[in-house]
């Protein structure tokens, strides 16, 4: 365990439903992210949040939607998917916003039928 | 914005060899570079990082390089193991924001 907890590890939803990824960290940290991460393209930064205000929007799609209740959990809505949404989802985490290190959790693998 | 790039996608070395990987990056002003581990079914894990004030940096087996006036920055892992077969990504963080831009991974492959 890396101190970030992902859940589910694994989903598989219909284009039409709706669900949430979760993300909690109990290190302390103040800035969470979420990355979208598909076979052979770079980690995608999606959003960013400091103190739990959203700092970063990367243009993702609005069937995407951040919420950050607090410091320690970040959720990820999703709604009407496409099949080409499927990848894993990662969530890290750092001390501060300009902080260097990150920590990830192990994703949540999304697949969208 | 910062542009990373990584070589190679895939490398395959025999156990005890060392391994390389590359990478190179646009922003002249960038000031950080991590390197990142990530086995199957986890994710991403930071092993080694190097500011642009140093030009290498050692810890035990793996050891990074960072040339600036290329703008390109080296992972070596020597008397490699098994347990060293993973992807690997490098990364770069602009002086000017805060957004770490990774590159798009080696598969490294340990030979028995």
Redesign the interface.
């Known amino acids: 365990e890396t101190g970030v907890t992902q859940t589910p590890r694994h989903l598989v939803m219909g284009m039409t439903n709706k669900k949430s990824l979760k993300c909690e960290q109990h290190l302390g940290h103040n800035a969470m992210y979420w990355y979208k991460q598909s076979a052979k393209k770079p980690l995608e930064l999606m959003f960013v949040y400091s103190l739990e205000e959203r700092v970063e929007n990367n243009s993702v799609p609005s069937r995407f939607s951040p919420e950050c209740p607090n410091s320690s959990h970040l959720f990820l809505h999703l709604h009407t998917l496409q099949p080409e949404d499927s990848a894993l989802y990662l969530c890290a985490s750092s001390q501060a916003l300009a902080e260097y290190g990150y920590t990830f959790g192990s994703g949540t693998r999304l697949t969208v039928v | 914005g910062e542009n ?1 790039e990584q070589h190679p996608s895939t490398l395959s070395v025999q156990e005890g060899d060392s391994a390389v990987i590359k990478c190179t990056y646009s922003d002249s002003a960038s000031n ?1 570079f ?1 390197w ?1 581990k990530q086995e199957l ?6 092993i080694i ?1 190097i500011r642009s004030n140093v030009g290498e940096k050692k810890d035990q087996r793996i050891a990074v390089t960072l040339n600036k006036t290329a703008k390109h920055f080296s992972l070596h892992i020597t008397e490699t193991q098994p347990e060293d077969s993973a992807v690997y ?1 490098c990364a770069g ?1 602009g002086n000017r924001d ?8 080696t598969r490294l492959h340990i030979l028995p």
Do not use: E, T
């Open positions: 990373v950080y991590p990142y079914g986890k994710g991403p894990q930071l990082d990504f963080r805060d957004k770490i831009i990774f590159g798009k991974g």
